[in-house]
């Protein structure tokens, strides 16, 4: 089940470091197998703050120029299947020609189309273009780098699992993304996503920031107990809450 507008709202408000410390205090899963990119990408549009939404899915191949021959059609079924899914959305795209960048399959049009259909953004293994204007159209992207060209950019397959920067993930997935990279999270754990994220925030707030703000003018050997202090308090309260 989707979650509230309120809950994605307020998810946007925090960054998405703020969102893996939640995710990883309550999850059942091992930390470092969560869908989160593994490699270097560029938010293009860090301005624009975070975006949240659920992923939609495609792969793409811009130097395949049989693609070209199907490419109305394609076209036609993809933008149905986006236009269809639940909103907000964020594409997720996987350049099979990566890590080479021989086209974009993001400009200023396809910006704008997919803004039409409740898209708030891209996370795209390849290359994007125009991005003033797609910052225009308030389109966010994160993506592996700039091209100038399209190439044979279209639709090869959709509503599938994707693998982008190291990470893997599957359709209608809860993305959350910033300037830091990406998390998409598995759908058992969204429910309580905000209420964790919140609570580790402050939990930082309440122990390891002050212990380590309050420093000043304190021995070498009382700075260590407090920070110990802190910390252990730290881990203790994110167990108690989401484990115990």
């Known amino acids: ?7 994605l709202l307020q998810l946007k408000r925090w960054n998405t470091p703020t969102i893996y410390n939640g995710w990883e205090a309550m999850t059942n899963m091992e930390r470092t197998e969560g869908a989160f990119n593994r490699e270097p990408v560029t938010d293009y549009m860090p301005g624009m703050g975070p975006m949240v939404g659920y992923a939609v899915t495609v792969k793409i191949e ?6 070209a021959e199907n490419k109305g059609a394609a076209w ?14 964020i594409v997720v795209v996987q350049d099979l020609d990566q890590p080479q960048l021989i086209g974009s399959f993001w400009g ?3 910006s704008n189309i997919h803004r039409a259909f409740g898209c708030v953004g891209a996370i795209v293994d390849g290359a994007i273009r125009d991005v003033d204007e797609m910052t225009n159209a308030g389109f966010k992207a994160l993506a592996r780098g ?3 060209g399209h190439a044979y950019s279209a639709p090869v397959e959709w509503n599938c699992e994707v693998e982008v920067f190291g990470g893997k993930i599957k359709p209608g997935q809860l993305v959350h993304a910033d300037k830091h990279g990406f998390l998409a999270i598995p759908p058992e754990d969204e429910e309580l996503l905000l209420e964790a994220a919140v609570f580790m925030d402050q939990n930082e707030c309440n122990t390891l920031i002050p212990a380590a703000r309050s420093a000043h003018g304190k021995s070498m050997e009382k700075i260590l107990d ?3 202090a802190a910390g252990k308090a730290f881990g203790e309260a994110a167990k108690k809450k989401f484990k115990g």
């Not at 089940?1 to 809950?7: D, G, I, K, R, V």
């Open 1 to 7: 089940m989707a979650l509230s507008h309120s809950t």
């Open 62 to 67: 811009p130097s395949n120029k049989a693609h």
């Open 76 to 89: 036609g079924e993809y933008r149905k299947y986006v236009a269809s899914a639940p909103g907000p959305k």
């Open 108 to 110: 200023e049009v396809n």
């Open 146 to 148: 700039l091209c100038v």
């Open 226 to 228: 407090s920070i110990g």
